[in-house]
């Protein structure tokens, strides 16, 4: 009977299947709204000390953010294998370009890293142009290879005054993307003030949590609870004790009213899957039915969680054709 069953079901399979019939595409054809991103980091990370053998036994001590922005530079975003030029070839036009740590005038002492003022040494291109034309201009030629436009990365706590300012050139340059990796949770001066001059950008807004959540060491716990769970508070230290804990939660919350995208922050490569779900299960626990709570949680990478779960994703993934895979 039960080789009879199999034989009927395999026989409908195979009816059901006519080579003839033309295959449904389930992607559609119009370009994404929503704010889905490709961002350089970790293409700049890979390219320190470009190819060549890491003898020093601190690895920390390599690979640090000021190495990380020397990869910022016009040949390695614009050049024959720049990251704008080689990345995404099919879908890039559902996703913003973002240009992370790096790209601005890191002589600024104050504020550096939110001055909006380009690094004219490393793109030199734009040198003869003004603050907020350069920033037109590197959109212009972003949206020409086929993206969907320039997001900037920044960090840190411009006054009310300077943040109207850089908040007129992104609307001046049609810039639609702010990733806020630190900084701007205390008096929420960006999302005021977009929400009246420039609706249509969208911010991105972080309280951090660390490469892997806390206790990760410690075997034989139920749960393994990230800086984000408001009943088992833990320390974002990566050293973290049973009793060690913060107030990162209730600072989170808040940020998830005040902004338009929440990012469960940077995890480890190795670890990214399990480390975000635990975030974005603690964050949900806690605004779930909410509708204070308005902003999209965004995710790292991790493209197959953010599909099925319906998040955003900071899409950091690429080919490594750089030197230290030529001479593999």
Not at 14 to 38: F, K, R
Not at 117 to 136: C, G, S, V, W
Not at 237 to 260: C, F, H, P, R
Request: glycine share 6%; hydrophobic share 40%.
């Amino acid at each position: 009977m039960a080789k009879k069953i199999a034989l009927i079901l395999s026989a409908s399979i195979l009816n059901g299947c006519s080579v003839n019939e033309e295959i449904q595409n389930l992607v559609p054809n119009e370009t994404g709204t929503a704010p889905n991103y490709w961002c350089t980091w970790y293409w700049q990370n890979y390219l320190i000390l470009k190819g060549q053998e890491v003898t020093n036994p601190d690895a920390g001590t390599v690979y640090t953010n000021q190495a990380a922005r020397e990869g910022m530079t016009e040949e390695n975003i614009f050049g024959v294998q720049g990251m704008a030029v080689i990345m995404l070839p099919k879908t890039r036009s559902d996703y913003y370009f973002v240009i992370d740590h790096g790209w601005q005038d890191k002589s600024i002492p104050e504020n550096t890293f939110f001055t909006l003022m380009m690094d004219t040494i490393d793109f030199p291109r734009y040198a003869h142009l003004n603050p907020q034309e350069k920033i037109k201009q590197m959109n212009i030629d972003i949206k020409a290879l086929g993206w969907k436009g320039l997001g900037l990365w920044v960090r840190g706590n411009p006054s009310e005054k300077e943040m109207r300012k850089f908040v007129e050139w992104s609307k001046y340059a049609e810039v639609q993307y702010w990733k806020i990796d630190g900084g701007d949770i205390k008096y929420y001066y960006a999302s005021k003030i977009k929400n009246e001059i420039y609706p249509a950008l969208t911010l991105e807004h972080i309280t951090g949590a660390g490469p892997i959540n806390a206790k990760w060491n410690i075997p034989g716990l139920s749960i393994y609870p990230s800086v984000y769970n408001r009943e088992e508070a833990v320390s974002q230290k990566l050293e973290a004790s049973l009793n060690s804990a913060t107030k990162k939660v209730e600072k989170s919350l808040d940020v998830i009213k005040n902004t338009d995208v929440f990012r469960t922050y940077d995890a480890a490569p190795l670890l990214v899957s399990t480390t975000t779900l635990q975030r974005i299960h603690d964050i949900l626990v806690e605004t779930v039915g909410n509708s204070e709570y308005k902003a999209f949680l965004n995710i790292q990478d991790d493209c197959n969680i953010a599909a099925a779960l319906g998040l955003l994703v900071a899409v950091k993934r690429h080919p490594m054709k750089t030197p230290r895979m030529y001479k593999r």
